[in-house]
């Protein structure tokens, strides 16, 4: 069955290069974001494991908690960290979970319920699982994105969007394409003019649909 936003997430055990545990008591209560490559040893997955390496201060300041997935074993998860500090110059000092048996790459929809991995594998076995999920403190998917193989994710957008997805919890916001902090942000439709009036101040109505303001302090 597909996950959908707003599902709230498997709560699998799961086993990583730092132990195993169950992902509803990893997360907490926290965000999470959950990122899946095809295999260890790759090129383009050993740059993005770099890159949110480089993040980790940018997570933690926004309480959110990272974890990788990827369908090779724990071994190869440590021996493939040393890669990953050597071309990024951070620590990765996120999990990894070893998804050998493809458990979470199905139940998070990323592969078939019938897929396996065959003798002598490539990461074209295994290429949907190149996935982005942002989870909430409720357990609930608030946003996934998809990659090819040849395409590296940018984790400047994810932590954008990240932001966006708080702000809009914290706040009862929208936020317009492009957004980032510190830029006006959209009043829900479901609010009044006068209870937007009232929670955010002055707004600026651009369409009769389209109402912009600046979030408060």
């Known amino acids: 069955m597909a996950l959908r936003i707003n599902d709230t997430i498997p ?3 799961v086993d990583t290069d730092t132990g195993s545990f169950g992902l509803h008591e990893w997360i907490g209560d926290n965000w999470a974001i959950i990122f899946s490559h095809p295999k260890d040893f790759t090129p383009v997955c050993t740059t993005e494991f770099g890159a949110v390496a480089q993040l980790a201060e940018e997570w933690d300041t926004r309480g959110c908690k990272v974890l990788g997935v990827s369908v090779d074993g724990v071994e190869d998860h440590k021996k493939w960290k040393g890669d990953i500090e050597g071309i990024s ?3 990765a000092g996120f999990p990894i979970v ?3 048996g493809l458990e979470m790459s199905k139940a998070f929809d990323m ?3 019938e897929a396996y991995l065959p003798d002598g594998r490539t990461p074209a076995d295994s290429a949907t699982v190149r996935s982005v999920f942002i989870i909430g403190p409720d357990k ?4 996934s994105m998809t990659y090819p193989m040849n395409v590296g994710r940018n984790f400047a957008e994810v932590l954008r969007a990240l932001d966006g997805l708080q702000t809009a919890a914290r ?3 929208a936020t317009p394409a492009n957004w980032t902090v510190g830029d006006d942000v959209v009043i829900p439709s479901a609010v009044s003019d006068e209870d937007a009036k009232a929670k955010y101040g002055a707004f600026e109505t651009k369409l ?3 109402r912009m ?5």
Do not use: I, R, S
């Not at 609930?140 to 946003?143: I, T, Y």
């Not at 303001?213 to 302090?217: A, D, I, M, N, Y």
């Open 11 to 13: 709560d699998l055990t």
């Open 89 to 91: 110059g951070a620590k």
């Open 98 to 100: 070893a998804d050998a």
């Open 111 to 113: 592969l078939p319920a």
């Open 140 to 143: 609930k998917l608030k946003l």
């Open 171 to 173: 706040e009862n916001v």
């Open 208 to 210: 009769p649909y389209l």
């Open 213 to 217: 303001t600046k979030l408060p302090g």
